[in-house]
């Protein structure tokens, strides 16, 4: 390789450093990264504090694919991540956010799991979780406890 054709190469090079810096530094560009946004979070109120379970409807806008990988909260040291198969509940350790779409925590299906509480939260109470993804920056949400009977409105794709 001459002198010249190494300079071309490295000009080249630069101005595509350059441009995939601005590319990613500007606020409209951040739209590859995912921020989730959670809607209808609830827990029905616990009967005990041997456990308490946790549901919502984790939105991603962004094309990138995430996953939710945990989830903490002072109410327990143990959080679960749960996917329901065959009626029953299993462990798993992480869940699959969509690119353009959503995951949804239902009753009988996936759901976060408290798994030992400091305290039994009694409807009307909130509590307050934080969500971990492998992509997307963490997020708090604060979890509505409801009558034990309840089902969340918004979910209408059955
Ligand atoms: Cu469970």
């Known amino acids: 390789m001459n002198a010249r054709t190494t300079r071309i190469l490295a000009a080249t090079l630069s101005l595509t450093a350059a441009l995939a810096i601005s590319g990613c530094s500007g606020s409209e560009g951040d739209a590859a990264k995912p921020a989730p946004t959670v809607s209808g979070a609830f827990m ?3 009967v005990n504090d041997k456990m308490a379970g946790a549901f919502m409807v984790i939105k991603n806008g962004s094309k990138t694919a995430d996953k ?3 989830v903490t909260s002072t109410l327990s040291d143990d959080l679960q ?3 329901t198969k065959d009626q029953k509940m299993q462990q798993v350790p992480s869940l699959d956010v969509p690119a353009n779409g959503e995951l949804k925590l239902e009753r009988g ?3 976060v799991m408290f798994m030992g509480l400091k305290s039994t939260p009694k409807v009307g109470d909130k509590v307050t979780i934080e969500l971990r ?3 997307a920056d963490p997020i ?3 979890l509505d406890v409801k009558e034990r009977t309840y089902t969340a409105q918004n979910s209408n794709a059955h």
């Open 133 to 135: 993804f492998e992509k």
């Open 140 to 142: 708090k949400v604060e």
């Open 81 to 83: 991540i749960h996917e």
């Open 109 to 111: 299906g996936s759901h």
């Open 68 to 70: 939710l990988t945990g």
């Open 44 to 46: 029905p109120e616990p």
